[in-house]
């Protein structure tokens, strides 16, 4: 379906100026389904108002929150998502009384594919999350030089913009590393994954060591499955197990393309609560993976 169109406003010369902020905001036009669009188009129409009825000017404002007036104009216009930090501090400033703030999930999971956007909200409430990868280190583990990479090997072949949208989004999930408490987390990914040079020798030198600080954290374990090992449960591919915010647990699977699914059956997911089971007991154990990603930095 066609996107709605911002109206420009003929108060606002500069409105479409190029934007120079160095801040993460995404463009909302390119997030490519209906539901995105219009959480940010109403935020957008909430923000003038809040601004509006504070009486202040889209300069005074831009100066205020360290942006140009331009790009004030387009989170109100919904042609951008904002920050977090954005919407946190322009409800302090605009006095909006907690308007703008309610409205911060929503927008966050707006930057998210429509495919991924509901295992995204779960995934930053959830008590633990546990994930085996066959293909590429998990999102929560990429580096932004990692994640550029990956992005850029999409076909069909993403504009310069979306893979930009797309890596923000991705980088912008780690927060839950820094959640208190955090969730427990646990990977197993198969060595191949980590021999892969996605994006260059140096970029994935830069993967390596990042898991290693990660790994390094109380409530995460990393495990890696060797490639000689003849016994093997996961050779139906990837997924992640999801435990939410109401001890329920879930699976969501993410195969070809975009096409993905969240299985909450107890069945099935009990199914696979076995695989994963069986996959951490043939992978190394958490200390001999760290030690094998060293070997394999030191090889490079």
Known sequence: MKQPQPQRHPDSPDE???????EP???AQRLGDEFASGVVVAFGRQLKAS????DITREDFASRMGYSPATIAAFEQGRRIPPG????KSDDVLGACGVLTALKEEVNNARYP???RNAAGLEAKARGLHFYATQAVPGLLQTEHYARAVLRMKKPVFSDETVEEHVAARIARQVVFDRTPPPVMTFVIEETVLRRPLGGRQVLRGQLEHMLLIGQKRYV???VMPTDREDHAGLDGPFVMIDTE???RIVYAETQGSDSRLFTDSHRVHELESVYGSLRAQALTPRESLVFVETLL???
């Open 16 to 22: 479409y100026e190029p934007d120079t902020d160095d």
């Open 25 to 27: 905001e995404l463009p």
């Open 51 to 54: 601004r509006t009825r504070a």
């Open 85 to 88: 930090k954005f919407i946190d």
């Open 114 to 116: 429509a495919f991924f």
């Open 221 to 223: 374990d990393i495990q």
């Open 246 to 248: 109401r001890g329920k």
């Open 298 to 300: 030191g090889e490079r």
